[in-house]
C-alpha cells in the first residue's frame, strides 16, 4: 500500500480553483509496469512518482500516456517535497532537468519550451471570445485558446483542451512556458474555472512559470 499526496496546482490567492495531481512520493512502491494504469485509475490530469526524491528523478502520468515534461506536476511536486522537509534545486522528469526556485508563496519550475507536450496557441480576439469557446473542432487533439485581458500589464486568459484523454485542462503550466518563451514577457494567467498561473521567460525557447499550491489530502492507496 502507497501513500498517496493530492494536490492542487496554481490556485487562486484564496486556495480555489487550481489542478488536482497526484503524487507518490515513495514511487517505487508503484511497480513501473502499474503506474499507467494507477494514473489511469485515479483520473488526475496528471500523477507522479517520485523514484528519488535527493536526484529528483520522477515520472509524469496522464490517464493516458507517459509525460517527458509537464507544468503542473513539477510545480506541485517541488511544493510538496519542500514541504516534506527536502526541498529539490532540481526536478529530473524524463526530458530533462528542470530548476525549481521558491519566491514567497510562489513555487516556480523552469523548463525548455521544446518539452513541452505540443499545444496548438491561437490567440482570439479578447477574453469573452475565449469563454464561449465551446468544444475544440475535430483533428485537434491539443489546443490552447488565449486572448489578452490586459496587454500592457501581461494578463492573459486561457483554455486548453487534451482532448484524447483529459478534455479540458483546469491549468496547464507547459502551456503558460509555450506562451511566454513564444512572446519573450512576463505573464499572469488566469485558466479554467479560476486557476491563476505566473510565466516568464528566460532565455530563447525557455521559460519559467509558478504559482500557488495547497494539499487537499493523504491517503493510502492499495490498488497494485
Do not use: K
Amino acid at each position: 500500500m502507497a501513500e498517496l499526496h493530492v494536490l492542487r496546482v496554481f490556485t487562486d490567492d484564496a486556495g480555489h480553483y487550481g489542478n488536482p495531481l497526484g503524487v507518490f512520493l515513495d514511487g517505487d512502491e508503484v511497480p513501473e509496469e502499474e503506474r499507467q494504469e494507477v494514473a489511469a485509475e485515479l483520473g488526475f490530469s496528471e500523477t507522479v512518482f517520485v523514484d528519488d526524491a535527493a536526484s529528483g528523478a520522477i515520472q509524469i502520468f496522464t490517464p493516458g500516456t507517459e509525460l517527458g515534461f509537464a507544468g503542473h506536476p513539477t510545480v506541485g511536486t517541488a511544493w510538496l517535497l519542500a514541504r516534506e522537509g527536502r526541498p529539490p534545486a532540481t526536478l529530473r522528469p524524463p526530458a530533462g532537468e528542470v530548476a525549481v526556485r521558491h519566491g514567497g508563496e510562489l513555487t516556480f519550475v523552469s523548463a525548455a519550451a521544446e518539452w513541452s507536450p505540443p499545444w496548438e496557441l491561437e490567440r482570439l480576439h479578447d477574453a469573452a471570445e475565449v469563454e464561449a469557446v465551446d468544444e475544440p473542432p475535430p483533428g485537434r487533439p491539443l489546443p490552447c485558446y488565449w486572448a489578452w485581458r490586459d496587454e500592457e500589464a501581461g494578463v492573459v486568459r486561457s483554455r486548453c483542451f487534451s482532448v484524447e484523454d483529459i478534455g479540458e485542462d483546469e491549468a496547464t503550466g507547459s502551456a503558460a512556458i509555450v506562451l511566454a518563451a513564444e512572446l519573450g514577457r512576463d505573464l499572469t494567467i488566469h485558466q479554467g474555472r479560476g486557476s491563476l498561473l505566473y510565466a516568464s521567460s528566460l532565455a530563447p525557447g525557455w521559460a519559467e512559470v509558478g504559482g500557488r499550491v495547497t494539499l487537499d489530502e493523504v491517503r493510502e492507496h492499495s490498488s497494485f
